[in-house]
T-cell receptor
Framework: NAGVTQTPKFRILKIGQSMTLQCAQD?????MYWYRQDPGMGLKLIYY???????DKGEVPNGYNVSRSTTEDFPLRLELAAPSQTSVYFC??????????????FGAGSRLTVL | AQKVTQAQTEISVVEKEDVTLDCVYE???????LFWYKQPPSGELVFLIR??????QNEISGRYSWNFQKSTSSFNFTITASQVVDSAVYFC??????????????FGQGTILTVHP
């Protein structure tokens, strides 16, 4: 049971480059999320999805895009990397909206540095 | 809008001391959930506890205990007889249970706990 898998774990980008952070879950969870963690700032929500084909913006969506073509995968794309996007990115998922099912499962994180 | 405040940025204690991490939250919803997560140096997020807004009973799990007080909008976390392995960043988080919240968590800034041998 892999849970939530994020790749890559580490990546260094140059300013202006593009890349995709991959997130996959094998728990048949409907809800998926992307958070970023900056030092001393806690985690901030970038985008979320409540099911395949449905995505919406979170608190800090600028500079990112997402897609959800399958229940399992929720990739996060950076189109034109900027130093402000240097952060640790966490993908998370949960079963659905039921109140008893609201504990998120987090991936191990992806550390991105933009130079 | 909801907000979670962890006023203590860093706490340093010596092993075996008790330590309390404070968490204050703001929300307009009457039904919500509060969480604590631990982030050890390895970086993953480890779920510790979830509490719903209708259950103010304090909880104890081994050396960990949580004090939830709706009157002061606080959900504090105490580690008794701290150990070096407790060194981590601890996050308090809030989830509104309303239909439009879609399970989105609001995190506090985190408290870095260092336990010295």
């Amino acid at each position: 049971n892999a849970g939530v898998t994020q790749t890559p774990k580490f990546r260094i980008l140059k300013i202006g480059q593009s890349m995709t952070l991959q997130c996959a879950q094998d728990m048949n969870h409907n809800y998926m999320y992307w958070y970023r963690q900056d030092p001393g700032m806690g985690l901030k929500l970038i985008y979320y999805s409540v099911g395949a084909g449905i995505t919406d913006k979170g608190e800090v969506p600028n500079g990112y895009n997402v897609s959800r073509s399958t229940t399992e995968d929720f990739p996060l794309r950076l189109e034109l990397a900027a130093p402000s996007q240097t952060s640790v990115y966490f993908c998370a998922s949960k079963v659905g909206a039921e109140p008893g099912a609201n504990v998120l499962t987090f991936g191990a994180g992806s550390r991105l540095t933009v130079l | 809008a909801q907000k979670v405040t962890q006023a203590q940025t860093e706490i340093s204690v010596v092993e075996k001391e008790d330590v309390t991490l404070d968490c204050v939250y703001e929300t307009r919803d009457t039904t919500y959930y509060l969480f604590w997560y631990k982030q050890p140096p390895s970086g993953e997020l480890v779920f510790l506890i979830r509490r719903n807004s209708f259950d103010e009973q304090n909880e104890i799990s081994g050396r960990y205990s949580w004090n939830f007080q709706k009157s002061t909008s606080s959900f504090n976390f105490t580690i008794t007889a701290s150990q070096v392995v407790d060194s981590a960043v601890y996050f308090c988080a809030l989830l509104n249970a309303g239909g439009t919240s879609y399970g989105k968590l609001t995190f506090g800034q985190g408290t870095i706990l260092t336990v010295h041998p």
